[in-house]
Every structure is written in structure tokens, then in C-alpha cells.
């Protein structure tokens, strides 16, 4: 803590910056608040996989309590 470098191999400025502040942080860093943001910028929508599983899930549920209900009309 005395302004000596620690012990062990120099790594790259790119390398550091991600061990100092990660892609995932909440807020950014003072050194990252002035640089080009690059990729997506509006929040990413839901994929078409996740409507189908949804939608999929309804129609079992559907479909299973059409079947209890067609099986407990007969019993009584």
C-alpha cells in the first residue's frame, strides 16, 4: 500500500479494467461514464421461444382440465 506495484505478472490495462469494474456492474466507473456505449441500447424483448413455452404451458393446462372435467361428468 506504499505505491509499490504487488507481486506477480503485469497484466494489460484492457485486463485490469474488467477485473475493476465488470460488463455487469449497477453503476458505472468514473473512467467508464465518458466512454462510446457499443451494442444494444434499448432493453432486450422476451424471444419467441418464451411466448411458445408460454403459450404451450395454457394449452396443456387447458387441455388436462378439459380431460378432468369430461372424466368427472361421466362419474356422475
Not at 507481486?7 to 462510446?36: C, F, M, Q, V, Y
Not at 387447458?62 to 361421466?74: D, E, H, M, P, S
Amino acid at each position: 500500500m506504499n505505491g509499490e506495484r504487488p507481486p506477480g505478472p503485469n497484466l494489460p490495462e484492457t485486463l485490469t479494467r474488467l477485473l475493476r469494474a465488470p460488463k455487469s456492474a449497477i453503476w458505472p466507473t468514473p473512467e467508464d461514464r465518458h466512454r462510446p456505449r457499443l451494442g444494444r441500447q434499448r432493453p432486450r424483448q422476451p424471444s419467441r421461444a418464451v411466448l411458445g413455452v408460454w403459450l404451450w404451458a395454457i394449452l396443456y393446462n387447458l387441455v388436462g382440465f378439459a380431460i378432468l372435467a369430461t372424466l368427472w361428468r361421466t362419474m356422475h
